[in-house]
């Protein structure tokens, strides 16, 4: 494997009993990999061994807010990362969970509600650092190393054609977003990755989120924007469902994408409960934005 891959373990969210809720996988040349979202509950370790994926890779997990759909799927991973068979060649080291920073406690909280002892150092606490993400003035960010170390930092986003520090294999940095009512502490993810032969991919999940003021910077010119999106057409006379909890239309992030000089769009956050149809939201953005748009399904793959 020489590429950056992106698994696409669950497209949908709250209350959709046809995709999976929200979890991302990014997996680098030499295995590791990157969870963004952890889905809903026990369907994360359904998705991860479809997609064969093994936990032991996962060496970082980021949540984008403590939603249901997004954050109760932790400690099944957690959970599973501690039970399970560890292979020779796994990881074995810190795995950082990064989340929101005033979201810190209540996650690692309802992790320990739901599995009292989680955090003891005989179970998986020795192993877990939890990483407060804040966006005041600079932007948060872990670098991972070929030497299987991870370091917190404060990030310059870099540019197309720029290469990665030496002997890292990937940034990833945060930017708070708005999101819920009522609000919650939100952030977008963005995952710069080095390909096999040094060439950076950038990677940019926005998390659920409102319109953001400076997300056209944290996203420019990344060669895949994931993005949530509501088809305009599903919320008829329900525009509470966008503007009352801080999501955004298909339209929307098609105009994002397209302020943001992003290579391709990838559309997820459906919900067939509102009347969701792939199509239908593929076309509205395709309205607004000029690049490649994929709407996958869960489990879908792609390179970037
Ligand atoms: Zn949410």
Known sequence: MSAVTVTFLGTGSTGDPSRRCGSTAVSLPDGTVILVDTAGGNEILHALREASIDVARIRVIVLTHQHLDHAAGLPFVLFRMAMAGIPADGHRGPIDVCAPASAVDDLRRMCEILFPGMFTPWWIGDRVRWHGCTSDQYVW???????????????????AGEA?????IATISTMAVSHGAPPVPAQAVRIDAARANGEVRRVVISGDTG?????????????????????AESLGANPFLVFGTGHVTAASAGKVAEAS???????????ARTGQHPETVRAEAAEHFSGGILVPNDLDTTEV
């Open 141 to 159: 960010g872990l670098h991972l190393r070929d030497d299987g170390t991870t370091s917190p930092t404060t990030v310059r986003l870099g540019v």
């Open 164 to 168: 990665l520090p030496e002997g890292v």
């Open 211 to 231: 319109p953001n003021l400076g997300f056209t910077r944290f996203a420019d010119g990344v060669d895949l924007l994931i993005h949530e999106a509501i088809e």
């Open 261 to 271: 000089r992003v290579k391709r769009l990838a559309l997820h956050h459906l919900n």
